[in-house]
């Protein structure tokens, strides 16, 4: 069975830095790329970026970029999304989901979903 | 950027109704469009990938329709357990790539 595992859920005061997890199993970890997704509270869906855990190859949302960073540890099957300063804006629930993208065809679709990690910025 | 538009932004519906939602992209996408559920407190759930083909498991009357820009999520028959947020999700190739959601439809009964 596919699973994302994400860590807990954080509070955090702004200025802090933060790393959340997300720990795939039951599939070959290299072969799909792992996005990750924030939605703000009561609002949609929104990409910050997605990475492949093969050759760490990541692409962000030009809107979020420089504000977080992906990376990925693919020794141990787990994706990571990272703040080095934590803005009270970045209170959300991410999610993490594999994806199937195919940049030739053109084809990206997320068929398997962390359960999400909420994050609270507040002072 | 491609932009997605989405809508309705909500719908009430009856059981049993025939439900469609729509999703505009404001350039050329071909197939390259899916459908998302999410229920409260959930992780979104995939229903159709590459505008048409439904994900396994998913039931047959959910369909998906459209290519290029303008794109079709329907229901044949609302059941009690649609009740949900919808959203198209789009994959753009061209550099800079991007994916981008639709803003959502929230689905009721009525």
């Not at chain 1, 039951?26 to 072969?31: A, D, L, N, R, V």
């Not at chain 1, 990272?82 to 068929?111: E, G, N, Q």
């Not at chain 2, 350039?27 to 048409?52: E, R």
């Amino acid at each position: 069975e596919v699973q994302l595992v994400q860590s807990g859920a954080e509070v955090k005061k702004p200025g802090e830095s933060l790393t959340i997890s997300c720990k795939g199993s039951g599939y070959s970890f290299t072969t799909y790329w792992i996005a990750w997704v924030r939605q703000m509270p009561g609002k949609g869906l929104e990409w910050m970026g997605i990475t492949y855990p093969d050759d760490s190859e990541t692409i962000y949302s030009p809107s979020l970029q420089g504000q977080v960073t992906i990376s990925v540890d693919k020794s141990i099957n787990t994706a990571y999304l990272h703040w080095s300063s934590l803005k009270a804006s970045d209170t959300a629930m991410y999610y993490c989901a594999r994806s199937h993208l195919d940049i030739v065809v053109p084809s990206a679709h997320f068929d398997s979903w962390g359960q999400g990690t909420l994050v609270t910025v507040s002072s | 950027d491609i932009q997605m538009t989405q809508s309705p932004s909500s719908l009430s519906a009856s059981v049993g109704d025939r439900v469609t939602i729509t999703c505009q992209a404001s350039h050329d996408i071909s197939n390259s469009l899916n459908w998302y559920q999410q229920k409260p407190g959930k992780a979104p759930k995939l229903l159709i990938y590459d505008a048409s083909n439904l994900e396994t498991g998913v039931p047959s009357r959910f369909s998906g329709s459209g290519s290029g820009t303008d794109f079709t999520l329907t229901i044949s028959s609302l059941q009690p357990e649609d009740i949900a947020t919808y959203y198209c999700q789009q994959f753009d190739n061209v550099p800079p790539r991007g994916i981008t959601f639709g803003q959502g439809t929230r689905l009721d009964i009525k």
